[in-house]
Structure formats: structure tokens, C-alpha cells
């Protein structure tokens, strides 16, 4: 599975983006999906995730009511909605994929990595 993610940019406070995470190769079966990010400095953080057959979804604390993740399975694509958008949101965002039904939100789990997009969050 090979996954390219997009979507990042510069956007001031209060802002929006969206990211995308197109899947392509042996995408059939159930694929979980991830979002993660990881800020200069820091390590890599879960964000979201959603299953691809029931749209189980879950997310981090802190971006609950900001952030939506969406599929579009005819697409093979994973959208990451990011509204209201903060300094602390400034990353480079990665894609992550599973075989496997079940969330997970340790990257551990995840089988295949996207490039990652970088999303700026500054006035």
C-alpha cells in the first residue's frame, strides 16, 4: 500500500485546512486509517483515526469538535477536516494505514506510512 498525503500549508489562527490521504495498491480488505503529526522537537502524536467498513472514528483530546476524519472508500482516500486551527497545530501531518478492522492509535500498529504535509498554524 502506498499512501501520498496533501493538503498542508500556511493558515493563520482560527484557520482551516484539508488534508488528504490517498491509498493506492492492495487496498481491499479492511484498512484502518490514521492521522498523526509531529511537531518540531517533539515525537510523533496521534490525531485520528477511523476504521474503513463501520466509520468508527476517534480522536485526540485535544483536537475533539476541530477536527473531522472522513473516507471516501470509492476513492480509497482519508480526509482530515482541521478547523479552528492553532499555533499548537503547526506539523508535519502523516497518513497511516492498517490491515487490520480495528482503530489503533499507536503508530506501532500501522503498517504503511504516508510522506507526511506540513501544516503551519501562524499569524
Known amino acids: 500500500v502506498q499512501l501520498q498525503a496533501s493538503g498542508g500549508g500556511l493558515v493563520r489562527p482560527g484557520g482551516s485546512l484539508r488534508l488528504s490521504c490517498a491509498a493506492s495498491?492492495?487496498?481491499?480488505?479492511?484498512?484502518?486509517m490514521g492521522w498523526f503529526r509531529q511537531a518540531p522537537g517533539k515525537e510523533r502524536e496521534f490525531v485520528a483515526a477511523?476504521?474503513?467498513?463501520?466509520?468508527?472514528?476517534y480522536y485526540k483530546e485535544s483536537v475533539k469538535g476541530r477536527f473531522t476524519i472522513s473516507k471516501d472508500n470509492d476513492k480509497n482516500t482519508v480526509y482530515l477536516q482541521m478547523n479552528s486551527l492553532k499555533p499548537e497545530d503547526t506539523a508535519v501531518y502523516y497518513c497511516?494505514?492498517?490491515?487490520?478492522?480495528?482503530?489503533?492509535?499507536?503508530?506501532?500498529?500501522?503498517?504503511?506510512w504516508g510522506q507526511g504535509t506540513l501544516v503551519t498554524v501562524s499569524s
Open positions: 497511516a494505514a492498517r490491515h487490520s478492522p480495528t482503530l489503533a492509535v499507536v503508530g506501532g500498529l500501522y503498517d504503511y
Open positions: 495498491g492492495r487496498t481491499s480488505g479492511p484498512l484502518g
Open positions: 477511523i476504521t474503513r467498513t463501520d466509520d468508527h472514528t
